[in-house]
């Protein structure tokens, strides 16, 4: 496992399985848990906070390895589509939190 980590890291792995196994797949069923797991946190503020201690690595990682393995297609278009999918995600993200913390 630390070996795919790696590997997806350094952009070695093909974009189809960074991107719907690990980046779609990978975070939805993150988030799955994450949120049954918060139902216990009585605190909304401790919820956002272990939420984003949680799920933020993994994005990171996710996203980055999308971007260093977006070429790794017969089809180059597939990668630029990769790659702007993860940049609205994270323009995306960053507008949520700045709502969460108004």
Same mark, same amino acid.
């Given at each position: 496992m630390l070996l795919f980590i790696k590997s997806a890291w350094t952009g070695k792995e093909k974009l189809s399985l960074v *991107? =719907?196994?690990y980046y779609i797949s990978g975070q939805l069923g993150l988030a799955l848990l994450i949120? /049954? *797991?918060l139902v216990f946190i009585p605190s909304e503020t401790a919820q956002i906070? /272990?939420?984003v @201690? @949680? *799920?933020l690595p993994y994005v990171i990682w996710a $996203? =980055? $390895?999308v971007w260093a393995c977006a070429y790794n297609v017969?089809?180059?278009y597939w990668g630029h589509a990769a790659r702007v999918v993860v940049v609205i $995600?994270?323009?995306s993200a960053i507008r949520n939190l700045i709502v969460i913390l108004e």
């Open positions: *991107f =719907w196994g949120g /049954a *797991f906070i /272990a939420a @201690l @949680l *799920f $996203s =980055w $390895s017969e089809q180059k $995600s994270v323009m």
